[in-house]
């Protein structure tokens, strides 16, 4: 049974489709809203408004931005750059744009091969990855560390080979600030299989 009008319902319906926010969560944040309706409402309004109009996906990368090529594209100081990183997704791209990992260039496949959910080749930006591929000396397949994403890299490295750019992953190993106690078996393993000289 609902407990407040249509408006309100719907938008707790929407908010709790959100990632990381369920239904009660979705709740208190619209309850927040209302509260501050003038100071965070109104604006929350206006941006999703400004947004919706603004929002495009570069045609260079795939990343997410208000123009195209994107400001990750476009900045100067990447334009010599000859590494090429690929990541799953857009939230990987800005998560490694936090980490500050310097003057690199992206490529977002947009998922990983999965043939239980109909994911192929083709539903992955990979031929326009093999297109960008001569441009750069170096690709990074920065793919998360599960088995579709371990696949997805062994493939396109199989399709990247004529192209005769070195192709390199991320190390797999102990955390900055972790405890080797504290790490599952597979970790520690590859770990030590990665070890550097210090
Ligand atoms: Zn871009």
């Not at 049974?1 to 619209?30: D, H, K, Y």
């Not at 990992?101 to 091969?113: I, N, R, T």
Request: aromatic residues 2%; charged residues 25%; negative net charge.
């Amino acid at each position: 049974m609902a407990t407040a009008g249509p408006e309100i319902e719907q938008l707790i319906l929407l908010l709790a489709r959100l990632p990381g926010l369920g239904p009660r969560s979705a709740r208190r944040a619209v309850l927040q809203l209302i509260k501050k309706k003038d100071s965070l409402m109104v604006p929350l309004a206006a941006a999703l408004e400004r947004a919706v109009e603004a929002v495009t996906v570069c045609e260079v990368c795939g990343n997410v931005d208000t123009r195209s090529p994107c400001h990750v594209c476009a900045d100067p100081r990447r334009a010599g750059s000859g590494l090429l990183i690929v990541v799953e997704d857009v939230a990987d791209l800005w998560a490694l744009e936090r980490a500050g990992v310097g003057a690199v260039k992206y490529h977002v496949l947009g998922g990983v091969l999965s043939p239980l959910d109909g994911i192929g080749p083709d539903d992955l930006s990979i031929d326009a990855l093999l297109k960008r591929a001569p441009e750069f000396e170096e690709i990074v397949l920065a793919v998360n560390a599960t088995v579709e994403g371990q696949t997805t890299a062994h493939y396109i490295t199989d399709r990247l080979a004529p192209s005769g750019v070195r192709i390199t992953r991320l190390a797999h190993g102990v955390p900055v600030g972790g405890e080797l106690d504290y790490l599952d078996e597979g970790t520690l393993s590859q770990a030590l299989k990665a070890r550097t000289r210090i």
